[in-house]
């Protein structure tokens, strides 16, 4: 399973915990202008992430890398959102669906 943890709680040891936040490959592009925008980047995230799966050969590249880590184990998607909404969710939601 694919899960979202706030960077708190980030083993940084662990292999199977997958930093997701700017600046890595998966990080949202979107900047939040504050909480009440938090749906509205999350849903351009999750538009933005499937044009990247379809044009971006180094993002599904880096998208197939999380989904192998799932061959140890579970893995846990890190950002500083959670648990409130979070685009790491769009990446959670579609490696499980992968599973």
Do not use: W
Not at 9 to 37: A, F, I, W
Not at 45 to 50: E, L, P
Not at 70 to 97: K, Q
């Amino acid at each position: 399973m694919f899960k979202v943890i706030h960077i708190k709680q980030m083993d940084r040891t662990n292999p199977q915990h997958v930093y997701c936040g700017r600046p890595s490959l998966l990080g949202n592009p979107y900047p939040m202008k504050g909480e009440s925008s938090r749906d509205d980047v999350c849903n351009a995230y999750a538009i933005h992430f499937n044009t990247l799966l379809i044009n971006d050969a180094a993002f599904r590249k880096e998208v197939e890398r999380v989904r192998r880590l799932h061959d140890a184990g579970d893995v846990s998607l890190v950002c500083f959102c959670a648990p409130r909404r979070c685009h790491c969710e769009t990446l959670a939601n579609y490696l499980n669906e992968e599973l």
